[in-house]
């Protein structure tokens, strides 16, 4: 085990060796400084506030959408056809949240808070992004460097090097994840203040509305979002080692990330066998954020669904890596 977390830490100096790897934390960190200060001049320029209007008669407005949104989501649970009931889940969490609130005598907040701010500027994204390219460098690149020879002559096993590669990419990973987070934090409490750093808000888990601190719900948020991260992350991995190419590794790994679960995800709406596909339940946060957005699938289904190709995709980079000549 000692051996293992030797060649971890040699994997992660590498990374960090890498010019490409600070160059685009520096780039990450520079677009979350320039989107913050975009936001406050924009909000400048319009001499407007992040101020909502809340009114004396909230509960009365709030229960008549919550009506309307009852009339339609029992005329949408009528319908046969698979695009009639698109968004039930939406409609679902609408209409707990809405009865939650009234239940409870939760007036809404005449003030977005520091969390709700940050969680709107999540850069998971752009991590992603930033991960496809740190891994197929790491893996595919040794290929390409022939570098890859002078670390399977060294005694250590083809796995543990590959699981070694993993393991600093996702470190990598984290350090964008928590940079990005505490940043952002700063970022936008000084320019728009720090207020409602102790605010509760309510959680959608599918099920039933849980109040909870407004910073627990960002850091789900921001989790979810980062475990759809490493799922893209992973396949970007596993076809580095199947192909040895970078730029076909990484190619591949963004359609996949930003192409096919929008094309594959046509096929959830319309045929109920669709929510097996792979890479269109991925976006995990969503099921927080806006409730299920296909039908007859929820949290836990998507997490166990991207887990398991996610292993299918390991195992084949790992067989083919093992296997095969270097």
């Known amino acids: 085990m000692r051996d293992f977390f030797t060649l971890v830490s040699i994997e992660n100096t590498k990374v960090w060796k890498r010019l490409s790897s600070k160059v685009m934390l520096i780039i990450m960190i520079v677009i979350l400084l320039a989107g913050n200060g975009i936001s406050k001049y924009i909000e400048t320029r319009k001499n407007d506030s992040n101020k909502i209007t809340v009114s004396e008669n909230w509960k009365e407005e709030t229960q008549k959408q919550l009506n309307e949104d009852k009339a339609q989501l029992t005329q949408m649970e009528k319908q ?69 020879k002078m670390m399977v002559s060294r005694p250590y096993s083809r796995s543990e090097i590959l699981s070694a590669k993993l393991v600093a990419t996702i470190l990598y990973g984290l350090v964008l994840l928590i940079t990005s987070i ?18 509760k808000e309510m959680l959608w888990t ?39 190419s970078r730029s076909l590794a990484t190619g591949f790994s963004l359609f996949l990330y930003l ?17 097996y596909l792979p890479f269109i339940l991925t976006n995990f946060s969503t099921y927080i954020k806006l409730g299920s957005t296909i039908e007859g ?30």
């Open 182 to 199: 505490v940043l952002n934090f700063i970022a936008s409490g000084v320019l728009f203040g720090f207020n409602g750093i102790g605010a």
């Open 80 to 148: 046969t056809k698979s695009m009639g009931r698109v968004g039930l889940g939406t409609f679902k969490k609408r209409i707990a949240e809405a009865e939650y609130r009234i239940n409870n005598n939760i007036k809404p907040e005449a003030e977005e808070n520091i969390w709700t701010r940050i969680v709107g500027f999540d850069m998971s994204g752009f991590i992603a992004l930033l991960l496809m390219i740190a891994c197929t460098a790491l893996v595919a690149g040794e290929f390409s460097e022939g570098t890859m």
């Open 206 to 244: 599918g099920s039933k509305i849980l109040y909870v601190p407004a910073v627990l719900k960002a850091m789900i948020i921001f989790g979810l979002g980062f475990l759809t991260v490493l799922t893209y992350v992973i396949i970007a991995f596993a076809l580095s080692a199947a192909f040895r």
């Open 259 to 275: 192409v096919a679960g929008n094309l594959l995800g046509l096929l959830a709406i319309f045929f109920s066998w669709g929510k």
């Open 297 to 326: 699938t929820s949290l836990g289904f998507a997490l166990a669904s991207a887990a398991v190709y996610s292993i299918l995709f390991c195992f084949g980079g790992y067989f083919v890596f093992v296997k095969r000549d270097i």
